[in-house]
């Protein structure tokens, strides 16, 4: 079996680009609490940016609710303002000691609205893969002619790279289908 710098490489890029889709899809609020939603905000605490989970507990008491607790109560507003300055669209709900987030019930509309968005991500990420593949096939072939690999070693490279294709793409399938019914299903 043939082994080649090219097909690690492709292969390698092609599992960087599946944690990138999970990490979008982890993004997308599908009506259902999850703290994930929050990984990108960052608080301005003591003079630097900082992010929300590094200052304050994220818990989940409720289906649809998210709490904040801060590790210092004198971050309650900075992390309310940075909220507020998010594209969540969530209000945030400040008692003085926690922060309470309400994740609203999807309207049908909105549901198709967000799948369509999973889908579109997905698709990125299969075009991306199938960009690493289209640069994989390019290296072997130049690795070919100028004759670091035989006539039989391209096809069977070829056949791995398609093969690493195929398994990534079904990978990308597996993940956009459970966030849509994730989502469909709320």
Known sequence: MTDNVALSKAKENMTKSIEVLNRELANIRAGKANASILNNIKVFYYGTEVPLNQVA????????????????????????HA????????????????????IPQLTGER??????????????????????????MDDIKKQQKNGDITEDGLHDLEDQIQKATDNAVSEINKLAEAKEKEITEG
């Open 111 to 136: 549901r198709q609205e967000i799948a369509k968005q999973v889908g579109k991500e997905a698709e990125e990420t299969r075009i991306a893969v199938r960009n690493v593949r289209r640069d994989a």
């Open 57 to 80: 507990s994220i818990n989940i008491p409720e289906a649809r609710v998210l709490l904040i607790s801060p590790y210092d109560k004198t971050a309650l507003d900075d992390i309310e």
């Open 83 to 102: 909220i507020n300055a998010s594209d969540l669209g969530l209000n945030p709900a400040n008692d003085g000691d926690v922060i309470r987030l309400v």
